[in-house]
Nanobody, 123 residues
Framework: QVQLVESGGGLVQPGGSLRLSCAASGFTFSNYWYYWVRQSPGKGLEWVSAISAGGARTYYATSVKGRFTISRTAARTTLYLQMNSLKPEDTAIYYC????????????????WGQGTQVTVSS
């Protein structure tokens, strides 16, 4: 059974940092792309970042490029999102997701999803 469990969300001031984690289990890690996706209040799903199973290829949405870094453990069992220089517009529920295909567009439907973790950026 595939499980993706996010953690690390919380309340942070503008300019601050957070690191999100996603514990993965129940699938063959080498066959999937790993994603971070977010949803802000009243908005649709926004693709944030992606990393290949091998870790050599990473992609970032324009809105977070240069501030966020995606990574995963060598065993591919944990996915991370290091978020720096956070802005109020980064406030959202953040989800990790996996899919066999590379899907770098908003509203993409990935195969498996976690339950999400809330990130709130506010003074």
């Amino acid at each position: 059974q595939v499980q993706l469990v996010e953690s690390g969300g919380g309340l942070v001031q503008p300019g601050g940092s957070l690191r999100l984690s996603c514990a993965a289990s129940g699938f063959t890690f080498s066959n999937y792309w790993y994603y971070w996706v977010r949803q802000s209040p009243g908005k649709g799903l926004e693709w944030v970042s992606a990393i290949s199973a091998g870790g050599a290829r990473t992609y970032y949405a324009t809105s977070v490029k240069g501030r966020f870094t995606i990574s995963r453990t060598a065993a591919r069992t944990t996915l991370y999102l290091q978020m720096n220089s956070l802005k109020p517009e980064d406030t959202a529920i953040y989800y990790c997701a996996v899919d066999r295909e590379l899907k770098l567009f908003n509203g993409a439907r990935y195969t498996y999803w976690g339950q999400g973790t809330q990130v709130t950026v506010s003074s």
